[in-house]
Each structure stands twice: as C-alpha cells, then as structure tokens.
C-alpha cells in the first residue's frame, strides 16, 4: 500500500515568489493534515480537511496560506507571496475515522521549503 | 498550549533504557507518540487513550496520566535504531474540533 507522498521533496525560492506544495494522501483516508515544522520547534498544525471540506483550518498563519483538496483527493498548499518566516518542513497527513483524533495519522515525508 | 517534552535531548549507549515525559496544561483525549528520523516522515508509536486502552507498537511501552495530563514514553534496552526525535502529540478540544498538537520534540541518540 502506498503512504502518504508529498512534492516536491525540497524547494527554494526568493522572498515575493510563490510555491505550491502537494500532498497525496493513503487512498480512502478522508481526514488529511497540514502541519509545518520550523526547526527545532514543534510540529505546528496547520489544517484539516475531511474530503473535500476544511474542517478547521485555525493553524493557518495569515491569508498568504491556501489550502485546497478539490475532489477530496489530493491537497494542495499555496503560500503566495511567500516570506523570510515561512521557511521550514510542511508535513502532510493522513487518517481514517471521524471526530475524534482516535487513529493513526500517517505522515508524507514533508517538503523542505526556504525562502531567501 | 502546547504540550511540554522533557528532555530536550538524550545520548545512550546500547542497551541503556531512557524516559521520555509529556506535559499538558489542557485536558486530554488521547496522547500520541511518534518518532522522525532525520530527513524521513514521522513515524507512529503509540495512541493511549482515556480509559486506559492503547493501541500500537509492541516493544515500546507508555504511560498516560489523564488526571495528571501526562504522559511517559519508555524506551527499554535501546537499539541504534531508536536514535531519532521523539514527538508527543496531545489530543484536545479547542475551538470545537478536535485537534493534535504536537511537542517540540526531544532528540535520542544511541551509541554502540
């Protein structure tokens, strides 16, 4: 069975510029995250989305943030433009089940971006 | 509101045993644990739920203190392959959804 798969693996642009990152989820897991890690920081949360709709996406860090998983397939994470602060490791999760955070989430092996 | 990990980072040698703590000011749900290779996806260890049920991996053992709002990772008899950073993550109620957030994570590395 495939795991979660993100691209691209790494990413570096210039202040201003914008990125899209994308994540596949595990096929038939409805829940699906975004979190970012800056280093040595926490695994911050991001958002989540339940197929296609975002359930809560409080973690978001401003308006230059956005997420869509159109078809409750795929997600994509637009940062635009991006800034100095935004430099880090987005991870991408999926999990079955419903409400409750009962279930493993399986995480993609995230996308290195920096911003110069 | 983010969970508290202590320590920060730990060295061993083979075969040593180490504990890892979680803290929360928040109630809990459940407390997950996972472990990252440098480079590599979060891997999942363990969920302990309230009530005591735990679901996960068989050579690792935990604890969770929900009255306490904590919960402990031990680490028996470590293997080279145990080397990695450890997140706990803690399950609460926040804004009406249920949400994981996570522990700034504490570094094991064991050496021969």
């Known amino acids: 069975e495939a795991g979660v798969t993100q691209f691209p693996s790494h990413s570096v642009i210039e202040k201003g510029q914008t990125v899209t990152l994308r994540c596949d989820p595990i096929?038939?897991?409805?829940?699906l995250y975004w979190y970012r890690r800056v280093m040595g920081k926490e695994i911050k949360f991001l958002l989540h989305?339940?197929?296609?709709?975002?359930?809560?996406e409080s973690g978001m860090p401003n308006n230059r943030f956005l997420a869509e998983r159109t078809g409750g397939t795929y997600s994509t994470l637009k940062v635009q433009p991006a800034e100095l602060e935004d430099s880090g490791v987005y991870f991408c999760?999926?999990?079955?089940?419903?409400?409750?955070?009962?279930?493993?989430?399986?995480f993609g092996p995230g996308t290195r971006l920096t911003v110069l | 509101q983010q969970p508290v990990q202590s320590p920060q980072a730990v060295i061993l040698r083979e075969g040593e045993d180490a504990v890892i703590n979680c803290s929360s000011s928040k109630a809990l749900y459940s407390v997950h644990w996972y472990r990252q290779k440098h480079g590599e996806a979060p891997v999942f260890l363990m969920i302990l739920l309230k009530g005591g049920e735990q679901k996960g991996h068989e050579k690792i053992s935990a604890s969770f203190n929900e009255k306490k709002q904590q919960s402990s990772l031990y680490l028996t008899a470590s293997q080279l392959s145990y080397s990695g950073t450890y997140f706990c993550?803690?399950?609460?109620?926040?804004?009406?959804?249920?949400?994981?957030?996570f522990g700034s994570g504490t570094r094991l590395l064991v050496r021969p």
């Open positions: 993550g803690t399950e609460c109620l926040m804004d009406s959804s249920y949400k994981l957030i």
């Open positions: 999760a999926s999990s079955q089940g419903s409400g409750r955070i009962d279930n493993e989430q399986f």
């Open positions: 989305f339940v197929k296609e709709s975002k359930q809560d």
């Open positions: 096929s038939g897991h409805d829940n």
